[in-house]
T-cell receptor
Framework: RKEVEQDPGPFNVPEGATVAFNCTYS??????FFWYRQDCRKEPKLLMS???SGNEDGRFTAQLNRASQYISLLIRDSKLSDSATYLC????????????FGSGTQLTVLP | GAGVSQSPSNKVTEKGKDVELRCDPI?????LYWYRQSLGQGLEFLIY????????KSGLPSDRFSAERTGGSVSTLTIQRTQQEDSAVYLC???????????FGEGSWLTVV
């Protein structure tokens, strides 16, 4: 089983749709969680951290479910510019070696 | 700028030659990472430096790969006797401390012909 698993997609959705991605992790000691966004032929960039209580940033909502060991990302009112690959990142606190990236979920928002 | 800086941005080299890739992390960041990403693939961890501690080299794919970090700042990734399968983008990232948010440079695109 991979340490971090994501549905690779692709997810093709129309503009304005709501789309959700899940990411499961195998290490129950994981403490820090992030979502990164990677555009084609660009470096990954931080989209948002994921907090235990869940957090929202505009159209983006991230949630953590420790019991089931998954994190989720919800995008509301999707825009064409949201088209990218979304990477989840998981790490136990203080153990950067185990900073583990999922292989990414590809999203294409269609006009 | 204040971000992670990498050079060269693009490098084409002949098979068998050595290459050096440079990374200048964000000022004050103690942790520095090298990743590799082949076209259409996920990120592959290579090596991690944290302050003055011994680096975690467990991701280096072969002894042709090595990296150093001088003075706790700039890092150089060296690939000796390059092979075509080394062609990829090499991404450097840094963070303030281990487990914190990491920030990537724009990468060094390596093509071995």
């Amino acid at each position: 089983r991979k340490e971090v698993e994501q549905d690779p997609g692709p997810f093709n959705v129309p503009e304005g749709a709501t789309v959700a991605f899940n990411c499961t992790y195998s290490n129950s000691a994981s403490q820090s969680f992030f979502w990164y966004r990677q555009d084609c032929r660009k470096e990954p960039k931080l989209l948002m951290s994921v907090y235990s209580s869940g957090n929202e940033d505009g159209r983006f909502t991230a949630q953590l479910n420790r019991a089931s060991q998954y994190i989720s990302l919800l995008i509301r009112d999707s825009k064409l510019s949201d088209s990218a690959t979304y990477l989840c990142v998981v790490t136990p606190s203080g153990s950067a070696r185990q900073l583990t990236f999922g292989s990414g979920t590809q999203l294409t928002v269609l006009p | 700028g204040a971000g992670v800086s990498q050079s060269p941005s693009n490098k084409v080299t002949e098979k068998g030659k050595d290459v050096e890739l440079r990374c200048d992390p964000i000022s004050g960041h103690t942790a520095l990472y090298w990743y590799r990403q082949s076209l259409g693939q996920g990120l592959e961890f290579l090596i991690y430096f944290q302050g003055n501690s011994a680096p975690d080299k467990s991701g280096l794919p072969s002894d042709r790969f090595s990296a150093e970090r001088t003075g706790g700042s700039v890092s150089t990734l060296t690939i000796q006797r390059t092979q075509q399968e080394d062609s990829a983008v090499y991404l450097c990232a840094s963070s303030f401390w281990a487990g914190n948010t990491i920030y990537f440079g724009e990468g060094s695109w390596l093509t071995v012909v």
